[in-house]
C-alpha cells in the first residue's frame, strides 16, 4: 500500500517512532470544509462494513481548526519515498519480529502459571485471608509512604537520603555504597527525575539508559534502581534483589542468553504482574510481602 501510495504521487507521510492513531477525513469543495471524525479505518471494512461511530461537522471555524492540527501534526511523520521504503522493509520486519516475541512472551507467562499452581494457590489462600492480607498491605502502603517522603516525591527537591538509604523496604542499599552516593546528591537527583519522567515508557530501554552513560552512577547498583521504580509506580514496576530475582529461576523461566539487564527486568516484572493479577494482589509491592509470606510453604 505504501508503494501505491508513491507511485500515485500522494504526499503522503507515516508515523515509525509512536503508535499514531486518530482517525480525521476532512473534504473541501471550493472554500468549504466538512470534517469527519470517528473510529473507522480507511478500509472497505471500516467505511462500509463495520459498526463503526462517525460525527460530521461543518462549523467552518472548527474544520480549519482541524486543517491547522492536520499540517502541523504531519509534519512530525516521515514523507513516503524510494530511499524511506528501503529503510522501513527492515523496520518492519523487526516490529513483527518483536510482536512474536510478545506473543511468546505471554504464551510463556501463562504457562509459568499453569506449572507453579502450588504458588498460585498458596498467594491465592494468603490473599483470602482479609486480615493478614490487609496487614501486608497497610505495611506497604506505610513503607511507600515514608520512601517518597524521603525522596520528597515527586518533586525530588528536598532529599533526605539518610531515612532512604537507612530503609531496607523493597532492597538495602549497601553500606559501602552510601557515601558514593552521598558525593553526588546533584546526580542522584537527575537520575530520580529521569525514572520519574520515563516511568509509562519500555522499562528495559528506561533501566538500560539508567545504567548507560548518561545517568549510572557509582554506588547505585540495578537493584537501587529498580527499588526506585517500584516507589515511583508499584503496579508496574518490582523490586529486583537476590530474592526477587531468583524468582524466575524457582519458576523454571529461562531468559535467553544476549538480553540486556533491561530486558531481564521488564520480563521479571511481566512474570510478577501475571501472577499478581492471577492472585488478584494490589501491586507488585505488596506482592513482594505475599512472596515472603509463603515462600516456604510450596
Known amino acids: 500500500m505504501l508503494k501505491e501510495l508513491l ?21 473541501r469543495k471550493g ?5 469527519f471524525l470517528g473510529s473507522s479505518n480507511g478500509t472497505a471494512n471500516g467505511l462500509f462494513h463495520n459498526v463503526e461511530l462517525n460525527a460530521m461537522l461543518d462549523e467552518q471555524a472548527a474544520c480549519k481548526e482541524l486543517l491547522r492540527w492536520f499540517k502541523a501534526t504531519g509534519e512530525g511523520g516521515k514523507r513516503i519515498t524510494e530511499s524511506f521504503l528501503k ?29 507453579n499452581d502450588a504458588l ?7 490473599r483470602r485471608k482479609g486480615r493478614r492480607y490487609n496487614e501486608l498491605c497497610a505495611s506497604r502502603q506505610e513503607d511507600l509512604k515514608q520512601l ?38 546533584p546526580g542522584f537527583t537527575l537520575l530520580l527525575r529521569f525514572l520519574y519522567r520515563r516511568r509509562n515508557t519500555s522499562i528495559a530501554a528506561t533501566v538500560d539508559t539508567a545504567l548507560g ?12 534502581i529498580t527499588k526506585l521504580l517500584t516507589i515511583i509506580d508499584p503496579e508496574r514496576f518490582c523490586s529486583w534483589n537476590k530474592r526477587s530475582g531468583g524468582i524466575l529461576g524457582k519458576l523454571g523461566y529461562e ?25 488478584d ?17 510450596h
Open 7 to 27: 507511485t500515485q504521487g500522494h504526499d503522503a507521510r507515516i508515523f515509525t517512532n509512536c503508535g499514531f492513531h486518530p482517525k480525521l477525513y476532512l473534504l
Open 31 to 35: 472554500t468549504k470544509y466538512n470534517a
Open 87 to 115: 529503510s522501513y522493509k527492515p523496520l518492519q520486519q523487526q516490529r513483527r519480529s518483536e510482536a512474536e516475541q510478545v506473543d511468546n512472551e505471554q504464551k510463556g507467562l501463562q504457562t509459568i502459571l499453569d506449572d
Open 120 to 126: 498460585v494457590q498458596a498467594i491465592q489462600k494468603l
Open 148 to 185: 517518597r517522603t524521603s525522596l520528597d516525591f515527586p518533586r525530588f527537591k528536598k532529599l533526605d537520603l539518610e531515612s532512604f538509604m537507612r530503609n531496607p523496604s523493597l532492597g538495602t542499599v549497601m553500606g559501602f555504597n552510601r557515601p558514593k552516593i552521598r558525593q553526588n546528591v
Open 213 to 224: 552513560p548518561d545517568y549510572k552512577l557509582e554506588g547505585v547498583s540495578t537493584a537501587s
Open 255 to 279: 531468559i535467553e542468553r544476549g538480553t540486556s539487564l533491561g530486558q531481564k527486568y521488564e520480563r521479571l516484572c511481566n512474570v510478577l504482574k501475571s501472577v499478581a493479577e492471577e492472585c
Open 281 to 297: 494482589v494490589e501491586d507488585l509491592a505488596v506482592l513482594d510481602l505475599c512472596l515472603i509470606e509463603v515462600e516456604g510453604t
